[in-house]
């Protein structure tokens, strides 16, 4: 069964950092395309960065561009998400999600799931 951890969410001033990590067991990580979704009060998830299996193809949404990396490290199972420069919109649950399809921007392509991680930004 594949299982899904995410950790480092928490309360920050806006213009700080947070670093939030995700750690796959239960499968082949390597063969994930790996996805951080923010989820918002009233809205679905969305895709905010996105990286592929080979690590070759990355995504991250333009209003995240410049504050965001991706990262992960198939030895450690592990994707990771650097969050600079933070700003009360990127307040939210943050999901970390595997898929074996492609990197995907639709939630409905992602097949495995984490519990979520709050973030919040206050200003």
């Known amino acids: 069964q594949v299982q899904l951890v995410e950790s480092g969410g928490g309360l920050v001033q806006a213009g700080g950092s947070l670093s939030l990590s995700c750690v796959v067991s239960?499968?082949?990580?390597?063969?994930?395309?790996m996805g951080w979704f923010q989820q918002t009060p009233g809205k679905g998830r969305e895709l905010v960065s996105g990286?592929?299996?080979?690590?070759?193809?990355?995504f991250t949404r333009p209003s995240k561009k410049g504050r965001f990396t991706i990262s992960r490290d198939n030895a450690k199972n592990t994707v990771s998400l650097n969050m600079n420069s933070l700003k009360p919109e990127d307040t939210g649950v943050y999901y970390c999600?595997?898929?074996?399809?492609?990197?995907?921007?639709?939630?409905?392509?992602?097949?495995?799931w984490g519990q979520g991680t709050q973030v919040t930004v206050s200003s």
């Open positions: 999600a595997a898929n074996t399809d492609g990197l995907k921007m639709n939630e409905r392509s992602y097949k495995y």
């Open positions: 990286i592929s299996s080979s690590q070759a193809t990355t």
């Open positions: 239960g499968g082949i990580f390597s063969d994930y395309d």
